[in-house]
Nanobody, 115 residues
Framework: QVQLVESGGDLVQPGGSLRLSCAASGSGFSTYTVGWYRQAPGKQRELVAQ???????YYADSVKDRFTVSRDNTKNTVYLQMNSLKSEDTAIYYC?????????WGQGTQVTVSS
């Protein structure tokens, strides 16, 4: 059983930076694939970034070269570093952890990019 708690969402200006954190409780965190999703009002939830336990990474084209996903297995925490933020990045961001038949979601954290 894994629980994910997200934090770091805030109101930021265009061009600004923000780092989201997702703290995991439970054992075996290092064996999970982790990812970040986002959902804007009226839009479908989309995968933003993904990081497997082996270090393989995936980024959506819309965030490539601006966002960086990382994990610290010692701290059981997943991070999403967000740079050069745009108004289009405004959404609720969710973290996810997956392993075999098990998958878990965080509660989401609001990111608003506005001047």
């Amino acid at each position: 059983q894994v629980q994910l708690v997200e934090s770091g969402g805030d109101l930021v200006q265009p061009g600004g930076s923000l780092r989201l954190s997702c703290a995991a409780s439970g054992s075996g965190f290092s064996t999970y694939t982790v990812g970040w999703y986002r959902q804007a009002p009226g839009k479908q939830r989309e995968l933003v970034a993904q990081l497997t336990r082996l270090g393989n990474m995936y980024y959506a084209d819309s965030v490539k070269d601006r966002f960086t996903v990382s994990r610290d297995n010692t701290k059981n925490t997943v991070y999403l570093q967000m740079n050069s933020l745009k108004s289009e990045d405004t959404a609720i961001y969710y973290c996810k952890a997956w392993r075999f038949a098990d998958n878990y979601w965080g509660q989401g954290t609001q990111v608003t990019v506005s001047s």
